[in-house]
C-alpha cells in the first residue's frame, strides 16, 4: 500500500509539469466559450484555499475548451454579475455540511446539482466537511474541492444527472480516481467537452435582445 507522503510528492512533480505544458501549449485558434460562475462561501474556507481551487476549476475547464469567469460572492462588496443566472451563469454554493435528506444520510456524496424534469438547472452545491475530510486523509489539499466543483458546474452545464465510467464526470471517486485528481490528470471525457463547448457556443452566439433603455420622463421623442 502506497503511502500518503508517496502520493503526496508525486502530486507536486505532476502538478508542476501540467503547469509547464500548459504554458508552452500552442493558443488554441478557436474561440473559447465563457462559463461564469457565482461562489458563495458558506463554509468559510479560506481565501487561499478558494483560490487554489478555481484554478483547478479553470484548468480543468480550459482543457475542454472552456474560459471560467469566476465570481467570489461572498464578499460585502459583491461583484457585479453575481445575481445574474441563465444559460452561461451558474451558482456555486459551499455548504458546511450536507443538507436535505436525500444526501444527508450519505456520507459517501460530495456534492449535488439542482436540475429540473427537462434537465435545466443553475445551481451547484458542494459539502464542505466531506470534502475537507477526504482531502486530509489523501492529502489532495484545494485539488479535492476544485474537482467536486468542476463535478456539478459540469452536470448544470451537461444538463444530465447522470455519470460517466470515467474522467470527472465518474459518480464514483475511490482510489483509482482519487490517484489521477492528485496527478491533476482528471478532465472531461471528449465527448463531454464538445457538449460543454457546443452548448455555452450556441447561447453565446445567439442575436443578442433589443436593449431597452428607458427614455426619461420629459425627454419623450415620440416613439
Ligand atoms: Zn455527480
Not at 200 to 210: D, F, H
Request: proline content about 4%.
Amino acid at each position: 500500500m502506497k503511502s500518503h507522503t508517496g502520493i503526496y510528492a508525486l502530486l507536486t512533480l505532476v502538478f508542476l509539469s501540467s503547469t509547464c505544458f500548459a504554458q508552452n501549449a500552442p493558443a488554441k485558434e478557436t474561440w473559447s466559450p465563457e462559463l461564469h460562475v457565482s461562489v458563495y462561501d458558506y463554509a468559510k474556507v479560506s481565501p487561499e484555499l478558494l483560490a487554489a481551487a478555481e484554478m483547478q476549476v479553470h484548468r480543468i475547464f480550459r482543457q475542454a475548451g472552456v474560459e471560467t469567469v469566476w465570481r467570489n460572492c461572498s464578499e460585502n462588496i459583491q461583484p457585479a454579475g453575481c445575481h445574474v443566472i441563465g444559460s452561461t451563469y451558474f451558482v456555486l454554493k459551499i455548504l458546511p455540511r450536507a443538507m436535505g435528506a436525500e444526501v444527508r444520510d450519505r456520507a459517501d456524496v460530495l456534492g449535488t446539482a439542482t436540475l429540473d424534469e427537462k434537465g435545466l438547472g443553475y445551481y451547484g452545491y458542494v459539502f464542505y466537511d466531506r470534502i475537507q475530510r477526504m482531502s486530509e486523509e489523501r492529502r489532495l489539499a484545494s485539488t479535492l474541492l476544485g474537482h467536486v466543483f468542476a463535478h456539478e458546474i459540469g452536470h448544470l452545464v451537461l444538463r444530465s444527472n447522470s455519470h460517466s465510467i470515467s474522467g470527472i464526470m465518474s459518480g464514483r471517486w475511490a482510489g483509482e480516481e482519487l490517484r489521477t485528481i492528485s496527478e491533476g490528470a482528471m478532465f472531461f471525457m471528449p465527448h463531454e467537452s464538445k457538449v460543454l463547448r457546443d452548448r455555452l457556443l450556441s447561447v453565446a452566439l445567439k442575436p443578442a435582445r433589443p436593449f431597452v433603455v428607458e427614455t426619461p420622463v420629459g425627454i419623450g421623442n415620440g416613439k
